[in-house]
């Protein structure tokens, strides 16, 4: 799963210790918006995450069976 834009960039923001107010600011949106979107962005990249761990060690445990 590959993160959208508006993902990517929230994360990024975030990941350069930018209040939300500033963040926000960046992007022309309210500060509100910003931390939506952050949460929103965290939760995808998370489950992305848990989702390449979990292919990962299918593809191991195949593997461990056809050895």
């Known amino acids: 799963m590959e993160l959208s834009p508006n993902d ?28 939506v979107r952050l949460l929103r962005a965290r939760r995808r990249f998370g489950r992305a995450l848990e989702a390449r761990a979990s292919a990962a060690e299918r593809a191991r445990l195949l593997e461990m069976e056809s050895a």
């Open 8 to 35: 990517r960039e929230a994360l990024v923001i975030a990941w350069d210790d930018l209040t939300p107010a500033q963040a926000a600011a960046s992007l022309g949106i309210r500060p509100v918006a910003f931390r």
